[in-house]
């Protein structure tokens, strides 16, 4: 079978004689070459955990919620707190930090082969009180990966558009190296809440992350 380089030079014998036929034979040519130069869609991910399938969390509460102290409910901490099977959380202090300075992460654990993976998140804002957009256009959200053979693998930051009306995904392409157990750990970076019009809080925005679920996606699909 012959290759586009190896058919063109075929076409160029026809020119001469056969201009218009040439021409049409080269444009449906370089249709198909560009047609199979484009990547395939993305599917559904290979992998996909609940936001609730972690291994290890900064705190969870899932307890009586609205009580007299504020400590019952993990509000002194880096707290998660559970809804469905997603988590939500509304604050980021109160506990110990990593290096960009911010304590509010979930782990979770994954069986991951050799090769390139699409590691990513779905989240929503939990509660409606992002209003305008442009106040706050994403959740930054850190992805760090820890192998079975080596810890502190790679590391990225993903910008999953903020929305309190739909679920937006953010995700990030990894090598792994070797096949094995893995370690993915993400930490939620910019929290933050203002009043709309102060001093008077009473009206506010406020920016609440909930994981509805995180994904992992092998590349080349079904490649092992």
Known sequence: MMNIKQTFGCLRQFRPAYPGIFSIALFLLMSSALVFAQPPLLGDPDITLSGNDFVSI?????GPTHTSDPADEGQEGCTW???GDAIFTAWDHGGPTN????CL???YLVDLDAGYWRVGLNAINNS????????????EVLIELEGSSQAGLDSAVVFVPANDEAIEQGYQWFYIPEDGLYG???TWLNDTSECANPPDCTVGYDANIRIDSVFFDKW???HK
Request: net charge positive; hydrophobic share 25%; proline share 15%.
């Open 58 to 62: 900064s705190g969870y509460y899932d």
């Open 184 to 186: 993915v750990k993400y």
């Open 220 to 222: 080349p699909p079904g």
């Open 81 to 83: 707190y559970p809804n």
């Open 128 to 139: 409606p009180n992002l209003k305008d957009r442009q106040w706050y256009p994403w959740f």
């Open 105 to 107: 992460w979930v782990l």
């Open 99 to 102: 290096h960009y300075g911010h």
